[in-house]
């Protein structure tokens, strides 16, 4: 609660995302202007968006006066975490996602389960054999519940 | 008596044996996720929504329930003898649990949590089949702006209630109701914030954002900071308290279970939030206050009670007024939704096998659940064996498949992971997920009941304060917004050493 000095991993936190909405925010309104507004009496398309664009821009800038202010943030959970893991995994999902209809769902998800086990610290040969079991087995029983997964272009499908 | 005719037929339609197997399989699903930590009730549910597509909509709300209230049940399990919370709604049982499981009591503590969970779920579930009925009847009378003022409360209590800063909850709320607005607007059909991408047309899917927010994001926090697991080794001596334990539990239970019933009710109330506040009640009133930690039975049966009660409540503004208290609620709307039918005050009249049906099951489900968790509970404590990553390579192959059969396309799958990077970030920021997924469900109807209301009063607002019932829903919400602030402002002025911050 002293003013002045460095401000807290937290507050700078605060400061970042109030900026990132207060952005979002004036970017959802010159969106809705390009629908018509109408008024009061005659919503149009644009007129709850505009509204819903004009409270993120005055709650944001809420949270960065408050971070400037003095006011406390809550506290992130995550203050010793590693990010490597995390970071490894949602590059792996962010493959998986575009390689999916291209390389099919068993190949794909047994790969993706293998980085899983392994960023989780499970040794090769197990997480092989885990990450295969999965990928075909959960192939088949979705298939069969009628999920229609796709088998990707490897296997001709 | 008309009520106990209704509920008979409800037994009638409950007792049939696919619902009785769907009872069963929800009973059996909420135990083992409510035991293992990181998979919640809102990430199970949307991941099973796709698998329920098929079966007939009594069939699926009977087993969606009943992985919701059962996962009350598992969550002490994990708290008790691991002191990890096994679902959100159990982290105060850790307090006071673990310290029982410490000095030898795990089997009087887990016993207690059964037996109160299943007096609790009982009590709530008489209520919600009692008071259900009328208020959907009184609701019947609602017209936009009640609506518009009933969607804004729900909000608000949402945001209130998500136990962080009351700032970050309306800034996730407000960009939950943006999320929703991605599509064809519900009055005109014009298309918005689709970035031409016709695959938006449609909206951003809730099972899609669900599965990232509380599937992805869960596993991307526990990658980050592994626990460490330790289960606390003990016989079970015995499952029942003894003499001095039951006298202390039974009132203990008795508070916790009205406490959670009556939160659960409240439109952003739920399991969560009534287990926080039942513990501190037992706090408060308990002779004792310093001894709550050291392992106290009252800080283990009351707040277990309330999350039963509360999960058995929150039904009850789903399926009277539409709104969805929490994003367990929120995901059994949305399979509702799937079906073709309506929550809101006319489910009741229009659909009582699938009211009656439910309310019946959650009779059954909850002395089914008693018998899963007390004499069996020695196997879900032997689930707690098999080590997280691989439950975490399973959590994430669901949510794959559950995004991508949403549609049959990979763009949902890369939408998922998307939401699921964002989840994670929000988290970090101390930023709650809970009022984004509500807002985002209830955006089209609050549009849709503002833009009718402006309508009818030709665009004056003071249609929303003339209306004596959204009057007093908007002055209730207001209230919980300014009170922090004001609270904070009266600490100020009144100068008092260490100033009380706002919640925001």
Known sequence: MTGGGVPSLVRRGDLAAGALFAGLGM????????LTIGSAHDPQPGFFPLIGGILLVALATLLIVQAF????????EAAGDSLRPPAVLVTGLAIYAALLEWAGYPVMTALMALLALRVLGTRWAPGIVVSVALAVGSYLLFVKLGVPLPLGQIFGG | MDFLSNLSHGFGIALSPWNLFYAMLGAVLGTAIGVLPGLGPPATIALLLPATYKIDPTGAVIMLAGIFYGAMYGGSTTSILLNIPGEAASVVTCLDGYKMARKGRA????????????????ISVVGLSLVAPPLAAFALSFGPPEYFALVILGLLMAVYLSQGSVLKGLIMGVLGLLIGMIGLDPVHGAERFTFGLSRLTDGVDFVVVTMGFFGITEVLSNVAAPEVREIFRTTLRGLLPNREEWRRSVPA?????????????LPGGGAIISSFIAYAVEKRLSPHPERFGTGMIEGVASPEAANNAAAGSSFIPLLTLGIPGNASIAMIFVALMIHGIRPGPLLIQEHPDLFWGTVASMYIGNLMLLALNLPLVGVWVKLLEVPYRYLAGLVVVMCVVGAYSVSNSAFDVGLMVFF???GYCFRLGGFPAAPLVLAMILGPQLERSLQQSLIASRGDLLIFVERPISAALLGVGALLVLLPWARWAWGRWRGAGGAVAPAG
């Not at chain 1, 202010?69 to 992130?76: K, L, N, V, Y």
């Not at chain 2, 009087?108 to 009982?122: K, V």
């Not at chain 2, 239970?253 to 009710?265: D, E, M, N, T, Y």
């Open chain 1, 27 to 34: 970017g959802v309104c010159v969106r809705a202007m390009t």
């Open chain 1, 69 to 76: 202010g003095g006011g406390r943030g809550a506290p992130g």
């Open chain 2, 107 to 122: 089997g009087a503590a887990l016993g207690i949590c059964a037996i109160g969970s299943f007096i609790a779920g009982t």
């Open chain 2, 253 to 265: 239970v008795a508070r916790g279970s009205l406490l959670g019933f009556f939160i659960g009710i």
């Open chain 2, 420 to 422: 699921g990077i964002l």
